[in-house]
Each structure stands twice: as structure tokens, then as C-alpha cells.
């Protein structure tokens, strides 16, 4: 697979995918059909965004093979108990009408009801099953991941979370790096924010001839992130795959590094008291 990174399982995940939220009904039929006529494998979904059978509508519409595919779920946290994340698993895979997935993660984990390490054991043996191939978590932080990791002995292949140049991360990221996990980037344009519109990444787009979110989305491939930028437009699904045909320099990517912070008015959800069931 090109423009890949190989996972702690020996799995290989594409360097980019689709994004899917908040698309839903046949917007996300077509969204996912046409992001895979434009080159995308790896397809992100969730059961709480309510798209998965849309999501599998548009794999089989695309006439793309199974295989040449990385499909992407996520547990909720009213899910969280290892029977519990069984079924849902299971469900997934019916909603979708597919008979694996190539990766589930724990959606949040929803510490304070304290079940993330039985939920964890579910996707584990779901994995052993045969039902996944590779299982991981979102919206964990380091402390988070060692007690999932103590608890059960087993590494998360992925941490997905929220990640742009405004909270680009870097502690969580130099854990992952630690421990062997990718990382991947929810909202990697910064939620339709003005990022996009910032002066200084401008200047690093139009020095390469590129737009300005090729460039945050590269930066993001250059700190080994793989960015799932979420696009219903076939022409910005696109443009947000070609990041491949140029590359930002030590001095680029410190000017997108040094945006860290610089956005004091919003924050990002904090994992600890965040709760979505
Ligand atoms: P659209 O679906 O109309 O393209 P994120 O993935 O960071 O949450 O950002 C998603 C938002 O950014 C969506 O509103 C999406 O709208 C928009 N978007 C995606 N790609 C681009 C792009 N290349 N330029 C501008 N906006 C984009």
C-alpha cells in the first residue's frame, strides 16, 4: 500500500482519509462514493454518527474491492462492557452489510463511568474473532492510556484525536511515539475554522502553489498524523488527498508549530469530563 504507515499490529493504514461526520442519509452515500472514485481507502465512520449503513452504501456503490479498503468504526460509550462492545460490533458490521473492519476504536472513554478497560477487552477479542483487524482508541490522553494499557496488556494500535496547528498536541503525540501508536486527526482543517483563512499559512500555501489546506494537512502527514479531513465536495476531497507532491520545510512546519495556542477564545473537549454515551 503507498502512502501508508504500518501499524503496532503489522497492519498497514492509508497516510489520509475521508471523514464523515456530519454527513448522513444519501449526502453520505454519495460523499463516500465519489471520496473513493477520487482515491481515498480509508473511510472514518462511527456508530454515533449514525452513517454507517450509509457509509457501507457508498463502499459498495464505489465497485472498489473490499480489500483495496480501510473502513473505520467507533464504539459509543453506552456500549462500554466487553459482551457490550461485542454487539455492538456486530451491529456495525450489519448496519454496514460488511463482514470485517479494518479498524474500531473507543469512540470516548467516558472515565468517570469507568468502564473503558472492560470495553477495551471486548474490541481485543473482537479482533481474535476475526471481526477487525486492528482495534484502538479516541480522545484518550497519556494517563488514559496507561491504565488501558496496564489494565489489559495490550497497546491501542491507534489514539484518534482532535488535531490541528491551534492544538497540535505535542505531549500526547510524543507518548504515541513512546508506545508504538499512530496517531490520527479528527478535525484536522480545525472544524471549518479560520485557520484556513490564517495569514501565515496562506503564505506557505502560495509559496508552493498549493491551497491552504493541503498545507495544514500535510503538516500533519510530516508530524506522522494521518488527517482525516471531511469533505462532501469531490473537488476539495480532491485536493485535501494531494499532499504527496510537495513537502513543507523545517521552517515551514515550525511557523504552523508555533500557532499552538494562539486561538485563546475556544478549547478542545477535555476527555476527562467530556461524556458522550
Ligand atoms: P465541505 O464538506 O463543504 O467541503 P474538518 O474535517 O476539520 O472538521 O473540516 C470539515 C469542514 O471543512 C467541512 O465544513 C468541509 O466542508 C470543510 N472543508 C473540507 N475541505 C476543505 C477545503 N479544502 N477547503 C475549505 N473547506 C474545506
Not at 59 to 73: G, N, P
Not at 92 to 99: E, F
Not at 177 to 188: C, D, K, R, V
Not at 230 to 235: L, M, Q, R, T, V
Amino acid at each position: 500500500m503507498s502512502n501508508s504507515f504500518q501499524l503496532n499490529d503489522g497492519n498497514a493504514i492509508p497516510a489520509i482519509g475521508l471523514g464523515t461526520w456530519p454527513l448522513k442519509g444519501q449526502s453520505c452515500v454519495r460523499a463516500v462514493e465519489s471520496g473513493i472514485a477520487t482515491g481515498y481507502t480509508l473511510i472514518d465512520s462511527a456508530m454515533n454518527y449514525d452513517n454507517e449503513a450509509a457509509v457501507g452504501e457508498g463502499i459498495r456503490r464505489s465497485k472498489v474491492e473490499r480489500e483495496e479498503l480501510f473502513v473505520a468504526s467507533k464504539l459509543p460509550g453506552r456500549w462500554h462492557q466487553k459482551e457490550l462492545a461485542l454487539s455492538a460490533i456486530e451491529e456495525s458490521l450489519l448496519r454496514m452489510r460488511l463482514d470485517y473492519l479494518d479498524l474500531y476504536l473507543i469512540h470516548w472513554p467516558n472515565p468517570k463511568r469507568g468502564e473503558f478497560a472492560s470495553a477495551w477487552e471486548g474490541l481485543v477479542e473482537a479482533r481474535e474473532r476475526g471481526l477487525v483487524r486492528s482495534v484502538g482508541v479516541c480522545n484518550f490522553t497519556p494517563d488514559l492510556l496507561d491504565t488501558v494499557i496496564q489494565e489489559t496488556g495490550v497497546v491501542p494500535a491507534v489514539n484518534q484525536i482532535e488535531v490541528f496547528p491551534y492544538w497540535s498536541k505535542p505531549e500526547i503525540r510524543e507518548y504515541h511515539q513512546q508506545h508504538g501508536i499512530l496517531t490520527e486527526g479528527w478535525s484536522p482543517l480545525g472544524r471549518g475554522g479560520d485557520l484556513l483563512e490564517h495569514a501565515e499559512v496562506a503564505a506557505v500555501a502560495g509559496h508552493h502553489g498549493v491551497t491552504s489546506a493541503q498545507v495544514i494537512l500535510r503538516w500533519a502527514h510530516q508530524h506522522s498524523v494521518v488527517p482525516l479531513p471531511k469533505s462532501a465536495n469531490p473537488e476539495r476531497q480532491r485536493s485535501n488527498l494531494d499532499i504527496f507532491s510537495f513537502s513543507l520545510s523545517d521552517r515551514e512546519m515550525s511557523v504552523l508549530d508555533q500557532l499552538e495556542g494562539s486561538r485563546a477564545d475556544i478549547a478542545p473537549s477535555d476527555p476527562h469530563n467530556y461524556e458522550q454515551l
